[in-house]
């Protein structure tokens, strides 16, 4: 039985630059590395060798919308840390959205690849809405209702 993700391997241009951005704006550490062709990342707090890999295979083309992975939603402990990756994904000119899902309020960016993630925030269980919606996320009103509560362990 599966019981969560252990970790996550991105192919990107150029691993070293994707590393200077997961460390520097959402503060990933580096574990271990293969030269600049791979680095192995932690998040703060993991008991995982590595959460994320980033390995470079160069310029290769995309295609927006293809078959594959969507994004990797990143969780943080509480809405005032989320007030604060939003701050820092805004001075990266990485942020592409915002949104309200009732049971987490999330943050969508783009690394220097264009690979989109999201870093969320869970809303405690007892405040979990019945029905499920998408909304224009009003930061600001969720930090005024739930300052500094952490959910990472609900």
Do not use: C
Request: proline share 4%; aromatic share 10%; charged share 20%.
């Amino acid at each position: 039985m599966i019981r969560r993700l252990n970790h996550a391997v991105l192919y990107v241009r150029d691993a070293a630059a994707s590393t200077a951005f997961y460390t520097e704006v959402l503060g990933f550490t580096v574990a271990a590395s293969m030269g600049d062709q791979a680095f192995f990342l932690r998040a703060d707090g993991s008991t995982n060798d590595h959460d994320l890999a980033l390995m470079t295979v160069g310029n290769r083309p995309t295609a927006p919308h293809s078959i594959g992975l969507y994004h990797l939603a990143w969780q943080v402990h509480t809405i005032d840390e989320l007030a604060e990756m939003r701050a820092k994904l805004l001075a990266a000119g990485s942020l592409v959205g915002e949104s309200d899902h009732g049971v987490s309020k999330s943050l969508y960016a783009k690394d220097p690849d264009g690979i989109e993630f999201e870093v969320m925030w869970a809303v405690p269980k007892a405040d979990w809405p019945g029905d499920l919606f998408t909304r224009r996320l009003d930061l600001a009103g969720a930090l005024a209702r739930w300052p500094g509560v952490d959910t990472a362990e609900q």
